[in-house]
Each structure stands twice: as C-alpha cells, then as structure tokens.
C-alpha cells in the first residue's frame, strides 16, 4: 500500500521568498515519485519526477525536489516565488512497474505582492 | 502533438440522469486512467483501462460507475442515476506502455460534473 502526505493545506509566501512544499511518503517497494501543478480550473501538469536516478531533481519553471530515503520525502522547492506560482500543487507515488498515481491532498501555495 | 482530451468540460446533470464523460489519449498511448477530485481532496484513482480491457477498478465505486476503453474510440466514463455526492471533477490520464514508461501520466483538462 501506498500514501501521500503533505503538511499544509495552505502555504503563504511573498513574492521573491523561498518556496517549501512538504511531501511524505509511504511505501512498501522503491517509489516514484512526482510533483504536479494545478492551475485554478485546468488539468495536472508535470513539475518533475523522481524514477530512482539522481535523487536531486530539477523541473519546471525553477522548481526542484530532493528524494530523502531516511526521511520518506521527497520536498519541493523553488529559491524565489513568482506571482505566476500560485496554485495547487499535489505529490504523487506511484510503484515501480504499475502506474496508478496515490496523490497527496494538496497543498495551495500563495503568492503576496 | 495534441494532449490529452476531455469532454464536455462542464456537465450539468439531474438527480437519477446518467452522465457520460469521454477522454481520448495522447497518440500513441494506449493506458487510461481515470481519476475523481472532490472539493478540498486529491485525486482519487478510480479505474485504470488498456484498449478493450479494464486492469484495475478498485477505486470505482461498486454500483453506478462503469468504464470502458473499445478498440476504436475513447474510454468513456459512464455514471448511472447520478446523485449530487457525484458532484466533482473528473480527469483522465493517459501513459504509454509500461516498459518505457515510469509512471508518468498526462492529464486532460478535466471534466467538471454537477448534479442539480
């Protein structure tokens, strides 16, 4: 079995500060792992994904992950917050070789002038 | 490259009408999957589909909810004798074949389903 947790269900940055969104997982084989934006009434897009390579993980739009297997987590980060960041994002595993996504709750991510 | 889609984008629907919801892939990918939202939830994984055969149902509710993906056409999402719980948005992803795949999905837009 797997699951997603994110800490937070709201995040409230200013714009130019440091963006953390927390991501915990759990799982009984070696996860992929994957962040996805959404944007107020659209689809998921793919920010970036962890598949067992570098465990430093670079995606869109500035963002980057670090896999921690100590820790079962997988945080997502970006060094300077943009108007444009704000959205929902959601952290996803799935197992290796079976490709149904368990997603995490969500965490919304607020950007402030 | 067309993305995945999704239609209708916007349903309305009585209490007890049926709701049909259809995705068609990304080209050349032949997994569907189809996921529901819920205000202030994630994405629930409902049903995972290849062409003519369903993998995975276990997140389908048991009564009411049927998939299918036919050799020709796109998966269609069918819901019998909605009730407003049903209220939510539905979305489809679509990956190739597995052995060149690592999870990844592509989402569609989205189909966002209301029961008056």
């Known amino acids: 079995a797997q699951s997603v947790t994110q800490l937070g269900s709201h995040v409230s940055v200013s714009e130019g500060a440091l963006v953390l969104l927390r991501c915990n997982y759990s799982?009984?084989?070696?996860?992929?792992l994957f962040w996805y934006v959404q944007y107020p009434n659209q689809g998921l897009q793919l920010l970036l994904k962890?598949?067992?390579?570098?465990?430093l993980v670079k995606g869109i739009n500035g963002f980057e992950a670090e896999f921690k297997k100590s820790e079962t987590s997988f945080h997502l980060t970006k060094p300077s917050a943009h108007m444009s960041d704000a959205a929902e994002y959601f952290c996803?595993?799935?197992?290796?070789?079976?490709?149904?996504?368990?997603f995490g709750k969500g965490t919304m991510l607020l950007v402030s002038p | 490259n067309a993305g995945v889609m999704q239609n209708p984008r916007h349903l309305v629907r009585r209490r007890g009408q049926e709701a049909r919801l259809r995705c068609s892939p990304m080209?050349?990918?032949?997994?569907v999957y189809w996921y529901r939202q819920l205000p202030e939830e994630g994405l629930k994984f409902m049903v995972y589909?290849?062409?003519?055969?369903?993998?995975?149902e276990s997140g389908m509710p048991k009564e009411r909810f049927s998939a299918e993906f036919p050799k020709e056409g796109p998966s269609i999402l069918r819901i019998q004798q909605v009730v407003r719980g049903d209220s939510a948005a539905y979305f489809c992803?679509?990956?190739?074949?597995?052995?060149?795949?690592?999870?990844?999905?592509?989402f569609g837009p989205g189909t966002r389903l209301t029961v008056t």
């Open positions: 080209k050349g990918h032949s997994h």
């Open positions: 799982s009984s084989v070696p996860p992929y």
């Open positions: 962890y598949t067992s390579a570098a465990t």
């Open positions: 992803a679509s990956s190739p074949e597995l052995a060149g795949n690592q999870g990844e999905q592509y």
């Open positions: 589909l290849q062409k003519e055969n369903i993998i995975d």
């Open positions: 996803a595993v799935s197992s290796s070789g079976y490709s149904t996504l368990t």
